[in-house]
Structure formats: C-alpha cells, structure tokens
C-alpha cells in the first residue's frame, strides 16, 4: 500500500499565495509522474499540475504563469506554490502519483490519491 499524505491548504485572501505538499509513503514501490488535482463543488475534478519524474511539467490553462509544481524524487514528495490566487481557485486539491508496487516478480502499477486539501480564496 502506498499512502498519499498532504498539507498545507487553508484560507488565503484574493492575490495572496499557498505553497502544498504531498508526501508518498509505503515499501516496496516507485513513483512515475505525479499531480496535483481540483475538485470545486457541483464541478469535476480536473487537472491543475502534472510533473513527470524527469521533471517535465504541464499546467492546465487556468493556472498557467502562477502556479509551479516541483517534487523531490528523493523524499517522493511533490509541491505545488499557488501565487496570485483567484476566487476560482478555491476547491478541494488531491494529490495524485502514478506508482509502480513491487510485488515478488510482479510490477503493478496503481493510481494513488491523497484524502484532499481545502483551499479557499476569498475575495
């Protein structure tokens, strides 16, 4: 099993910044690419950030030049810093990683999430 743990959401004015964190932890797997999601009410959950191990980012539109998402491989964490925040920013935001479990012989990728951060951008 591998556990996604995050922190850092909370309650930001509009213009202010959030830095999040999310740390894997677990035996015996690997990380590929990594992510961070959101989930606003009555919306679907969509991509904000992806990085891949090699360190290759992509962003969805809305958050392009105020966001930048980083990880360290070492720690199997990933940030994401959230400057220039938005009332639209605020939603729910889920940690994701691609793992590799190793299992005796067996390779076995899994889709991990973490159990969410709120973050709230009043305006």
């Known amino acids: 099993q591998v556990q996604l743990v995050e922190s850092g959401g909370g309650l930001v004015q509009a213009g202010g910044s959030l830095a999040l964190s999310c740390a894997a932890s677990?035996?015996?797997?690997?990380?590929?690419?990594m992510g961070w999601y959101r989930q606003a009410p009555g919306k679907q959950r969509e991509l904000v950030a992806r990085?891949?191990?090699?360190?290759?980012?992509s962003y969805a539109d809305s958050v392009k030049g105020r966001f930048t998402i980083s990880r360290d491989n070492a720690k199997n964490t990933v940030f994401l810093q959230m400057n220039n925040l938005k009332p639209e920013d605020t939603a729910v935001y889920y940690c994701?990683?691609?793992?590799?479990?190793?299992?005796?012989?067996?390779?076995?990728?899994?889709?991990?999430w973490g159990q969410g951060t709120q973050v709230t951008v009043s305006s």
């Open positions: 677990g035996s015996s797997f690997s990380i590929n690419a």
């Open positions: 994701n990683a691609d793992v590799i479990v190793y299992s005796g012989t067996l390779s076995i990728p899994r889709a991990s």
């Open positions: 990085i891949t191990r090699g360190g290759t980012t």
